[in-house]
């Protein structure tokens, strides 16, 4: 497999965000409201996508490096349908604009 | 333009023109309480233009126009004028204002505190802030919430109440005053329409501005029942009552939120006035 070329899970494929600055965040009973800066549009999103967009780095990550993060932060079983749904939620987030993946 | 006048309404200026005399002397009347603009100086021009070659006599066809316009718009019988003026005005604003967050919204204000409520056309929005502005509120406006950017504050924009059908008889009932009624316009696009003259003291108080405490999503021919509505929804509703939320861009966006977040929102259905101005009493009397 070449490198940067998905495998079967999706897991090498790189995701990232733009700088925290180019959002603007609030809570909104329980919901999270966000501005992007860059395009002008408002999104609301519930999670766990909040929770994956504040772990994606500026910096191009793997889905399993991710899913490390996520795992330690939220005591997250990393097996199963996990990195299936992750890359699903990334992909949301993607489709957005929210988050990038690496060319 | 032949005939012409000028008017303000809470901050917006308006020169109104037309090929014919009948809607600019109806305006004369109906807004004589209304203050002209400083320097003369309109923010807006519209204008009632014939619709065609030869139909400002035959057949009289009015087309609207002015400094936002939409080209497509069907002319409109000439008997119809004022609702061709109202609609204009509201063209203007929904397409060009940018001094306050737009909200297609009702408004009326007690000891400094306004109520808004947004819904549907047909949600009674106009006809309960036009009934409360009969019995001890302030009138606001039954079209556009102006919500300044900055302060959060609501500001008036209270033009004339536009009536539509049932309402018409309903507020014939509620002013004794004739002269604040416009003339009946039979089988417009919108049904029978009358324009109502805002009490005086609301003319008087036009740009005179209020601390928004309860948002209201009233819902007209329901039985009666309310529930609260979360501040997500509620955000998203007000963005789709904007019509310039994305134009503000971040500050909208700032503003709504301000917005939601500090006033509680509550959906109202009821089957007739008199039940959604008690439960409205019962709700404002219940606020901190």
């Known amino acids: 497999m070449q490198q940067g070329e998905a495998d079967s899970s999706g897991s090498a494929r790189h995701y990232y965000r733009d700088a925290p600055e180019t959002l603007i965040e609030h809570d909104l009973d329980g919901l999270t409201l966000l501005f992007h800066r860059p395009s002008g549009q408002t999104h609301i999103i519930d999670s766990p996508m909040p929770e994956i967009l504040a772990a994606l780095s500026c910096e191009p990550q793997e889905l399993r490096a991710l899913l490390g993060v996520l795992a330690d932060r939220y005591d997250l079983a990393v097996d199963g349908d996990a990195m299936q749904e992750l890359k699903a939620h990334l992909d949301a987030l993607v489709s957005l604009g929210l988050a990038r993946t690496a060319p | ?288």
């Not at chain 2, 400094?67 to 060009?96: F, I, K, S």
């Not at chain 2, 949600?123 to 300044?148: C, N, V």
């Not at chain 2, 049904?191 to 036009?206: F, T």
């Open chain 2, 1 to 288: 333009m032949k005939y012409q006048c000028m008017l303000r309404i809470g901050p917006a200026a308006f020169r109104i023109g037309s090929a014919w005399a009948e809607p600019i002397e109806a305006l004369r009347r109906l807004y004589a309480l209304y203050p002209q603009p400083q320097d003369a100086i309109a923010d807006y021009t519209v204008r009632l233009e014939p619709a065609g070659v030869g139909r400002r006599c035959w057949r009289p066809s009015v087309r609207i126009a002015g400094d936002h316009m939409l080209p497509d718009a069907a002319p409109m019988a000439l008997r119809h004028g004022l609702l061709a003026v109202e609609m204009g005005m509201n063209l203007q604003m929904a397409l060009g204002w940018r001094r306050h967050l737009l909200i297609h919204a009702s408004s009326v204000e007690k000891n400094g505190r306004a109520l808004v409520m947004t819904g549907e056309s047909g949600s009674g929005k106009s006809t309960l802030a036009a009934m409360l502005g009969e019995r001890g509120w302030r009138f606001m406006g039954d079209e556009f919430a102006l919500i300044d950017c900055a302060t959060g504050m609501v500001h008036p924009f209270p033009r004339l109440v536009s009536l539509k059908n049932r309402a018409i008889e309903a507020m014939r009932d509620e002013v004794a005053n004739a002269d604040r009624f416009g003339p009946l316009m039979e089988a417009t696009p919108k049904g029978d329409i009358v324009h109502l003259v805002p009490p005086e003291s609301a003319i008087a108080r036009m740009v005179e501005p209020a601390k928004p405490v309860m948002l209201l999503f009233p819902r007209y021919g329901f039985p009666l029942d309310q529930r609260p509505v979360g501040q997500g929804e509620a955000f998203m509703r007000l963005t789709q009552a904007s019509t310039n939320y994305v134009a503000l861009g971040e500050q909208g966006f700032q503003a709504l939120h301000r917005f939601v977040s500090g006033v509680p929102a509550l959906a109202v259905d009821y089957e007739d006035g008199e039940q959604a101005i008690s439960a409205i009493d019962a709700l404002w009397e219940a606020l901190p």
